[in-house]
């Protein structure tokens, strides 16, 4: 799917395009959502270089995620996307052309959305393909604090089951959940930094100063969201030892048990062990009284056990 912005009188315009359209004149941002071969062969008549394919942009070398040509400056750079209770980096290539920005992606992407929803109710406005893609990661940074601090809220209710619950399971899973939801965001911190660096090299002459003022205002922000990113790596270690300690404890009780109770049924199994050999010479056999001592005799050898298991406080 090809879909062309412009601005026009201060409005942004909308075009679906297809593969027998032109560029409109005007077009600010080109998206290209999906592109089939036909679609990817439409663009090359306004590209120099071959449109990227899907290999090329998850390619994760920086000669290959950023890099520039006749057509422009090329980035390959990584968006989080979350699914469901889990967090998911999504690549999209960008091309900032000296009319145009273009953009090939092959999922869909919330803060593309959510971009396209700022421009059309006016809350960004953007007039040139380098403050387009400054502001969509103005968004991504933004949106990578807000994942960040709600590892941190899922956090302070792990640490609280770990405490309480008894079935530790789900905790494994929610905290392996989220060690690999940190791991996204943490990638997708660098991969902002370096495509921001990367701009910041690339424009050094072209930028005006508020655009280098919010670049930099990025840059600080990505570098403070690190140690947060790490503490809660740390944090999620230390969760997870201490579930893992926890769930140590809960089997020692339940081997504890099972010890103990071997221990108080040893006695009588050694009384009725003794009186199942049948000699013949056993005087007790012929015992009217025999088999009620027998019963007695085990009982309370495993009363006494147990009771001295409990003094000694070992239960």
């Not at 910041?200 to 922000?221: A, I, S």
């Not at 040893?266 to 009620?292: C, D, H, K, R």
């Amino acid at each position: 799917m090809i879909t062309a912005y412009a601005y026009v009188d201060r409005q942004l315009q909308i075009n679906e395009l297809s593969i027998t359209d032109i560029i409109p004149s005007g077009t600010l941002w080109l998206d290209l959502f999906k592109p089939d071969d036909q679609e990817r062969e439409w663009l090359s008549q306004f590209s120099v270089e071959d449109v990227p394919e899907e290999d090329d942009i998850n390619e994760i070398e920086a000669s290959a995620r950023f890099y520039q040509n006749h057509d422009g400056l090329h980035i390959n750079s990584l968006f989080p996307q979350r699914v469901g209770q889990e967090v998911k980096g999504v690549n999209v290539s960008f091309n900032i052309r000296q009319n145009f920005l273009l953009t090939i992606r092959e999922e869909d992407v919330g803060l593309i959305r959510l971009l396209r929803n700022y421009l059309r109710l006016g809350r960004i406005e953007a007039t040139s393909p380098l403050t387009l893609l400054l502001e969509l990661f103005n968004l991504k940074v933004d949106y990578l604090s807000d994942l960040i601090e709600d590892v941190y809220t899922v956090l302070d209710s792990v640490g609280e089951e770990v405490f309480k619950n008894d079935e530790l399971d789900d905790v494994f899973k929610l905290i392996t959940r989220q060690e690999h939801s940190n791991g996204k965001i943490r990638l997708s911190l660098l991969d902002t930094q370096r495509s921001l660096r990367y701009m910041q090299k690339y424009y050094r002459g072209q930028l005006c100063d508020d655009e280098l003022k919010d670049l930099r205002e990025m840059l600080l922000d990505i570098e403070s969201l690190m140690p947060h990113s790490q503490f809660i790596f740390d944090k999620l270690n230390f969760l997870l030892d201490a579930a893992i300690g926890f769930s140590g404890l809960q089997q020692n009780r339940i081997i504890k048990i099972f010890s103990v109770a071997a221990v108080v049924f040893l006695p009588p199994t050694v009384i009725a062990s003794s009186y199942g050999m049948n000699f013949s010479t056993m005087p007790e056999l012929q015992w009217q009284f025999g088999y009620p001592m027998a019963i007695l005799m085990m009982f309370g050898s495993a009363a006494g056990t147990y009771f001295f298991f409990k003094r000694k406080g070992w239960l």
